[in-house]
Protein backbone atom coordinates (compact mmCIF):
# COMPACT_ATOMS: atom_id res chain seq x y z
CA UNK A 1 0.00 0.00 0.00
CA UNK A 2 2.94 2.22 0.79
CA UNK A 3 4.72 1.65 -2.45
CA UNK A 4 1.39 1.98 -4.61
CA UNK A 5 0.31 5.46 -2.67
CA UNK A 6 3.68 6.85 -3.65
CA UNK A 7 3.93 5.28 -7.31
CA UNK A 8 0.42 6.34 -7.85
CA UNK A 9 1.29 9.50 -9.35
CA UNK A 10 4.47 8.13 -11.49
CA UNK A 11 2.78 5.12 -13.33
CA UNK A 12 1.20 7.85 -15.35
CA UNK A 13 0.98 5.26 -18.39
CA UNK A 14 1.57 1.51 -19.18
CA UNK A 15 4.66 2.40 -20.45
CA UNK A 16 5.63 3.26 -16.80
CA UNK A 17 7.03 0.21 -14.58
CA UNK A 18 9.59 0.09 -11.49
CA UNK A 19 11.22 -2.83 -10.86
CA UNK A 20 11.08 -3.97 -7.70
CA UNK A 21 13.89 -6.26 -6.74
CA UNK A 22 12.40 -9.80 -7.33
CA UNK A 23 14.01 -13.02 -9.59
CA UNK A 24 13.55 -16.21 -10.37
CA UNK A 25 16.92 -16.53 -12.53
CA UNK A 26 18.44 -18.85 -10.93
CA UNK A 27 15.63 -21.45 -10.81
CA UNK A 28 12.22 -20.66 -12.64
CA UNK A 29 9.51 -20.40 -10.62
CA UNK A 30 11.82 -19.92 -7.19
CA UNK A 31 10.86 -16.05 -6.27
CA UNK A 32 13.84 -14.22 -4.40
CA UNK A 33 14.47 -10.50 -3.54
CA UNK A 34 17.67 -9.47 -4.07
CA UNK A 35 18.67 -9.71 -0.45
CA UNK A 36 18.87 -13.27 -1.01
CA UNK A 37 15.53 -13.67 0.96
CA UNK A 38 12.58 -15.94 -0.45
CA UNK A 39 9.92 -14.58 -1.74
CA UNK A 40 6.57 -15.36 0.64
CA UNK A 41 3.49 -15.84 -1.15
CA UNK A 42 1.07 -14.40 1.36
CA UNK A 43 2.92 -11.13 0.63
CA UNK A 44 2.95 -11.27 -3.16
CA UNK A 45 1.01 -8.62 -5.77
CA UNK A 46 0.98 -10.71 -9.16
CA UNK A 47 -1.45 -9.13 -11.59
CA UNK A 48 -3.81 -11.36 -13.20
CA UNK A 49 -2.26 -13.77 -15.50
CA UNK A 50 1.26 -13.45 -13.88
CA UNK A 51 4.18 -14.38 -13.57
CA UNK A 52 3.49 -16.00 -17.12
CA UNK A 53 7.57 -16.24 -18.12
CA UNK A 54 6.24 -14.54 -21.66
CA UNK A 55 9.04 -16.11 -24.11
CA UNK A 56 7.59 -13.73 -26.72
CA UNK A 57 10.12 -11.06 -26.40
CA UNK A 58 12.75 -12.85 -24.82
CA UNK A 59 13.42 -16.51 -25.57
CA UNK A 60 14.57 -16.74 -22.52
CA UNK A 61 11.63 -15.84 -20.80
CA UNK A 62 10.80 -13.37 -18.02
CA UNK A 63 12.80 -13.94 -15.00
CA UNK A 64 12.69 -9.80 -12.95
CA UNK A 65 9.26 -8.29 -11.81
CA UNK A 66 8.00 -5.16 -12.05
CA UNK A 67 5.60 -3.06 -10.77
CA UNK A 68 3.43 -1.24 -13.34
CA UNK A 69 0.02 1.17 -13.74
CA UNK A 70 -3.32 -0.92 -12.87
CA UNK A 71 -6.07 -0.39 -15.18
CA UNK A 72 -9.04 0.23 -13.09
CA UNK A 73 -8.03 -1.85 -10.26
CA UNK A 74 -8.86 -1.41 -6.94
CA UNK A 75 -6.89 -4.34 -5.08
CA UNK A 76 -3.16 -4.14 -4.91
CA UNK A 77 -1.73 -6.72 -7.98
CA UNK A 78 0.53 -4.69 -9.78
CA UNK A 79 3.39 -7.04 -10.55
CA UNK A 80 4.42 -8.26 -13.58
CA UNK A 81 7.47 -10.70 -14.08
CA UNK A 82 9.50 -9.36 -17.51
CA UNK A 83 12.59 -9.54 -19.23
CA UNK A 84 15.53 -8.64 -17.08
CA UNK A 85 17.15 -7.36 -20.23
CA UNK A 86 14.78 -4.24 -20.69
CA UNK A 87 15.67 -0.79 -18.74
CA UNK A 88 13.40 0.55 -16.15
CA UNK A 89 13.70 2.20 -13.43
CA UNK A 90 14.29 0.98 -9.68
CA UNK A 91 12.72 1.07 -6.58
CA UNK A 92 15.53 0.75 -3.83
CA UNK A 93 14.86 0.02 0.27
CA UNK A 94 16.70 2.28 2.66
CA UNK A 95 16.53 2.07 6.40
CA UNK A 96 14.89 4.80 7.61
CA UNK A 97 16.30 8.13 9.09
CA UNK A 98 15.68 9.04 12.55
CA1 LIG B 1 10.95 -16.71 -15.05
CA1 LIG C 1 4.94 -11.56 -17.49
Known amino acids: ?3 ESKLKEKLKTPL ?3 WI ?9 RWFWVDGS ?3 P ?3 FWSD ?7 GQ ?3 GEDCV ?3 KKENSVDLKSWDDHSCHVQLKSICEKPAEM
Open 1 to 3: MFL
Open 38 to 40: PLD
Open 42 to 44: RLS
Open 66 to 68: RME
Open 58 to 60: NPA
Open 21 to 29: GLTDSQAEG
Open 49 to 55: GEPNNWA
Open 16 to 18: DAF
